[in-house]
């Protein structure tokens, strides 16, 4: 395993216009680039993930599992903005000398992928044998195998969209709201907002989660509370977990990204893009995902040439792509097998 920063010797031009000087791309990689660079596997993480995925996708990524570093040279980028490394609103502003907070430049899913482009050929990857990606990390690799096609050879995107709804839209400004509402968020302090924060991640957990899920886990054993609820420690406990490890000013200008997420924007229309994608591609929906409905991971297999479509039902809603790592490996396993024989059968008929 390697932990990296790139610093990038440019300015970084967003696709509003504005610049990050000095961009730094937090990265780890896990394995070695065989000699023919085919065995890429590049992964692009989700809202508030780092980019050690062995750390957070467990099951899917490690030393026994589909994904290992004795086959594979695995890379992950901390995305643009996030709290992990790599440039975001607590990076330090050079003019001024203090962290950006929200003075810090608005930014798109596109402009994440045009930071994982910049790491690739830094790395010297010309070519990615496996794009994958759940949720937030399933928009950049949709807008990665677009921008490149010729890049991208297997794509698997897991509970995901070509564009971002106006129901995830209405999630996301909820939260924001929630932020704030703590008046502290605007003092542009590094440890600004952090109340709001807590409610805004009580609140996004109840669209990652089911109705099934909170009666399982968080019904009472004593049927005389009046107070202090299960299902209250619960939510409060979550959102100090993610206060401990993260910021308000990332986690706004994350779901402000997520918000952009339009393959169709200043194309000719989301269909055409999505046409567009050269990659053997898989799209796996969850049954009873709330946030991103399987009709959006159809639609992606529908209009995505050499696309299959699974599903998986998950007692975890949402969550189940980060977690249902057993039924996923099976899936997407199988997936790469019949491609790779598929392809091998092909080439002999073509011979």
């Known amino acids: 395993m390697s932990h990296k920063t790139y610093q990038h010797p440019q300015p970084f031009k967003l696709e509003s216009g504005k610049k990050i000087v000095d961009l730094e791309i937090a990265y780890h990689t896990f394995g070695k680039l065989n000699a023919d660079k085919s065995n890429v596997v590049w992964v692009c993480h989700a809202l508030t993930a780092n980019s050690d995925v062995f750390e957070w996708w467990p099951g899917l990524f490690g030393k026994k599992n589909l994904f290992n570093a004795d086959e594979h040279f695995i890379v992950c980028a901390n995305v643009l903005g996030s709290h992990y490394g790599t440039s975001n609103p607590l990076s330090i502003n050079e003019i001024t000398g203090l962290p950006y907070c929200l003075s810090f430049p608005l930014y798109t899913i596109r402009d994440m992928v045009a930071a994982h482009q910049l790491l690739a050929e830094h790395l010297k990857i010309d070519n990615i044998e496996l794009l994958i990606g759940g949720s937030l990390g399933g928009q950049q690799a949709l807008e990665w195998a677009v921008i490149e096609p010729d890049r991208i050879k297997n794509l698997v995107v897991l509970a995901t969209n070509a564009q971002h709804s106006p129901w995830g839209i209405a999630f996301n400004e909820s939260q924001r709201l929630a932020i704030a509402a703590d008046r502290t968020f605007y003092a542009n302090n590094p440890k600004g907002g952090l109340k709001g924060l ?36 619960y939510q409060n406990y979550q959102g100090e977990k993610l206060v401990k490890r993260f910021n308000a000013y990332s986690y706004w200008y994350l779901t402000k990204a997520m918000d952009t997420h339009n393959l169709g924007r200043n194309r000719s229309s989301v269909k055409d893009a999505l046409k567009a994608i050269k990659a053997n591609t898989l799209a796996i929906g969850i049954k009873n995902d709330f946030l991103f409905p399987v009709e959006e991971q159809k639609f992606l297999a529908e209009n995505i040439n050499h696309a299959k479509y699974e599903e998986i039902s998950s007692f975890y809603g949402h969550d189940g792509f980060l977690l249902e790592t057993q039924k996923l490996e099976e899936l997407i396993g199988a997936f790469l097998k019949a491609t790779k024989e598929r392809l091998k059968k092909n080439n002999l008929k073509i011979a």
């Not at 807590?198 to 399982?216: G, I, N, P, W």
């Open 198 to 233: 807590k409610a805004a991640r009580s609140m996004a957990l109840l669209s990652y989660r089911t109705y099934e899920s909170y009666v399982r886990t968080q019904s009472e054993v004593d049927d005389n509370p009046k107070d202090l609820f299960k299902a209250s420690s």
